[in-house]
T-cell receptor, first 113, second 112 residues
Framework: DTGVSQDPRHKITKRGQNVTFRCDPISEHNRLYWYRQTLGQGPEFLTY????????KSRLLSDRFSAERPKGSFSTLEIQRTEQGDSAMYLC???????????FGQGTRLTVV | GESVGLHLPTLSVQEGDNSIINCAYS??????FIWYKQESGKGPQFIIDIRSNMDKRQGQRVTVLLNKTVKHLSLQIAATQPGDSAVYFCAENPYNFNKFYFGSGTKLNVKP
């Protein structure tokens, strides 16, 4: 499968715990996006990387959230001190600079109990 | 923030009929739009896109129409099949290609 890959697919955690998600983009894509989706809503932009540089962050990305893309390939999204309001689907997408279209992974479903 | 809204939250059609899903966008500067299909528990799947210098684009069984005058986008699905049942989102890309704004989606139910 050469699409965007996310791991894990599902994560259940207790409130206050830290969680980390991983995204592997399509191999030649240099742009990577993180989105969050709650039930019945469309995805909301969180942050965006071009290669290893994080170029934009949404105000939705509180201080408890941090994203990295250290080598310009895979990316991680960490949530510290999780809260119940963090429960959502976290989606990763990638695209190639100069081309149109962004392709999404299957997402990581986070449930904070 | 940007607003990409949809006219109908749920659309039910008979198998074999054509479906039309509508979307209104708010930013006249948007120059690129994508329609995504999302099945339950899965990520959004790219269906078709259109740039603002076009008013129509056709794919396999799908057509996207763009009316910039009234900032309206539609997705037409020909001969709707049960496998088309999903939530459909339009996504708007203003200013640049760095991020997309999504609406809340339209759920398409295809009745056999």
């Amino acid at each position: 499968d050469t699409g965007v890959s996310q791991d894990p697919r599902h994560k259940i955690t207790k409130r206050g715990q830290n969680v980390t998600f991983r995204c592997d983009p399509i191999s030649e894509h240099n742009r990577l996006y993180w989105y969050r989706q709650t039930l019945g809503q469309g995805p909301e932009f969180l942050t965006y990387f071009q290669n290893e540089a994080q170029l934009e962050k949404s105000r939705l990305l509180s201080d408890r959230f941090s994203a990295e893309r250290p080598k310009g390939s895979f990316s991680t999204l960490e949530i510290q001190r999780t809260e119940q309001g963090d429960s959502a689907m976290y989606l990763c997408a990638s695209s190639l600079e100069g081309t149109l279209g962004a392709f999404f992974g299957q997402g990581t479903r986070l449930t904070v109990v | 923030g940007e607003s990409v809204g949809l006219h109908l939250p749920t659309l039910s059609v008979q198998e074999g009929d054509n479906s039309i899903i509508n979307c209104a966008y708010s930013n006249s500067a948007s120059d690129y739009f994508i329609w995504y299909k999302q099945e339950s528990g899965k990520g959004p799947q790219f269906i078709i896109d259109i740039r603002s210098n076009m008013d129509k684009r056709q794919g396999q069984r799908v057509t996207v129409l763009l009316n910039k005058t009234v900032k309206h986008l539609s997705l037409q699905i020909a001969a709707t099949q049960p496998g088309d049942s999903a939530v459909y989102f339009c996504a708007e890309n203003p200013y640049n290609f760095n991020k997309f704004y999504f609406g809340s989606g339209t759920k398409l139910n295809v009745k056999p």
